[in-house]
């Protein structure tokens, strides 16, 4: 009887049917596809997305700082002496032309035989605020030879006046000279005095970077007799301050220059690279020898002298501007990896991370910008950025392990955002390796995103 009441009959079973209802204990149909998941997806595609927008901000606060910076070196070293560039020294001969009717004074400008240059560069510290800016002191012992070869190309049909002949010399700021150059012309002391303003064709920007100006020197100018022989030997020193550039003008037949420095962070430019840049311990030496390829040792102006000239720069040590907008491109690998730790850790430990917290997050890695610019200005980029990666891995672990309550997860985000944080400084601080390192390292991301990508359940039964 029991067994007969726990039985349903066939009668009512059918009826069931035909009426579509399901027994309580029957199977539910598979869902193929856990609809939690996707929404949860496209919303951390979303918020990797939102979270970009204050990276062009940060990029800009970056520029504004980079660029007070050079507008500070550059007010430092315009009143310390400029760009410097070392003119002649050649001899100045005035003449007349016999078929001028009235007569008009003209000047030939011979430049020397040889020229050898040899001296000291030091650096000079200046503090500015939070900057210190890398100026240069130069000492230098010229010696320059004329010879009868330096005249050949004069022009013999027109009146020279040998008895006021001078020698011409010139740096782009007299304000850098430390003292009054005296002349030692075959071996009888001169002093020098200044002239009027020559046009040299040089041309800088001014200040609304759009224009160019053309640029112009002093003379410094010495009475000089010249011997019937021609022979002339000059030398003289030269006491220079200057900030950035120190150039040369490659005029005379033969060139030799010897530079010492203590300076190692230095960029050579313009029409000859040097010779040789050899280090001994502390100090460093540069060469430039070479025999000058010019047509003429005789010139009517000087204006096209200064598109040849070459040298050294002075580089100032803040680099962490452009280090710091390097790292600033890779926001979207910070944020996007990040987010997607998160989110492979909230499925697959069946956690609910809320989207206000995966902001937070976003908000912490972006701060991390700013901190790495602000203190980098005081102690330099790396061991900033040590810190402030460092400030920003202990923040959201500390973050992410209120909100999971595992120790275990905590220890995987601190282990992924150390590689990463260490992946992104590796590569800024290579140079020509750095595309190859960035390549090779984004496709082991990849495939360690796809393998953990497998041990999500996609589908739920």
């Not at 000089?224 to 950035?244: H, M, Q, R, T």
């Not at 313009?270 to 070479?290: A, C, E, I, M």
């Not at 590796?426 to 995103?449: N, P, R």
Request: hydrophobic share 40%; proline share 4%; charged share 20%.
């Amino acid at each position: 009887m029991e067994n007969q009441e726990n039985q349903t009959p066939k009668s009512q079973q059918t009826s069931l049917v035909q009426s579509g209802t399901q027994p309580v204990n029957s199977p539910q149909k598979p869902k193929k596809l856990s609809e939690n998941i996707l929404i949860k997806g496209l919303l951390v595609t979303v918020l990797i997305l939102a979270m970009l927008i204050p990276v062009p901000f940060i990029l800009n606060v970056i520029s504004e700082r980079e660029e007070y910076q050079k507008n500070t070196v550059k007010e430092v070293g315009d009143k310390f002496g400029g760009n410097q560039t070392l003119y002649g020294p050649f001899l100045k001969i005035p003449y007349t032309r016999n078929s001028d009717k009235v007569k008009k004074t003209y000047y030939s400008y011979v430049s020397p035989q040889e020229v050898k240059t040899q001296g000291d560069i030091d650096p000079v510290v200046k503090k500015r605020g939070i900057y210190n800016v890398i100026l240069y002191h130069a000492k230098l012992n010229n010696e320059v030879e004329f010879t009868s070869a330096s005249f050949e190309q004069l022009d013999q049909d027109v009146e020279y006046n040998w008895n006021s002949a001078e020698l011409l010399f010139s740096v782009s700021n007299l304000n850098g000279l430390d003292d009054d150059i005296n002349f030692m012309i075959n071996g009888i002391s001169r002093p020098s005095k200044i002239g009027k303003s020559i046009n040299i064709g040089e041309t800088k920007l001014n200040e609304q970077n759009y224009s160019q100006e053309i640029k112009s020197v002093e003379e410094i100018l010495v009475p000089v007799s010249i011997p019937e022989n021609k022979n002339i030997k000059v030398s003289f020193p030269v006491s220079l301050k200057g900030a950035g550039q120190l150039n040369f003008i490659p005029v005379s037949k033969k060139t030799e220059i010897k530079i010492n420095t203590s300076i190692r962070n230095l960029k050579f430019d313009g029409s000859v690279l040097p010779n040789s840049s050899d280090f001994s311990g502390k100090n460093r030496t540069v060469v430039w020898r070479f025999p000058t390829k010019i047509s003429t040792q005789v010139w009517d102006d000087l204006s096209g002298l200064a598109g040849n000239k070459f040298g050294m720069e002075v580089m100032q040590s803040h680099d962490e501007y452009e280090k710091t907008n390097r790292v600033a491109k890779y926001a979207i690998l910070f944020i996007g990896l990040t987010f997607i730790t998160f989110f492979f850790i909230e499925i697959i430990n069946k956690l609910k991370i809320h989207p206000i917290q995966y902001v937070l997050v976003g908000l912490a890695l972006s701060i991390f910008y700013l901190l790495l610019l602000s203190i980098s200005e005081y102690i330099g980029f790396n061991k900033s950025y040590i810190i402030s990666a460092l400030a920003t891995i202990l923040l959201i672990c500390w973050f992410i392990k209120g909100i999971v309550k595992k120790t275990k997860i905590m220890g995987v985000v601190f282990a992924v955002l150390t590689l990463l944080y260490s992946y992104i400084f590796v590569i800024i601080q290579l140079d020509e390796l750095a595309l190859l390192a960035g390549s090779i390292g984004l496709f082991i991301i990849l495939a360690l995103l796809m393998y953990f990508s497998r041990k999500i359940e996609w589908k739920t039964e």
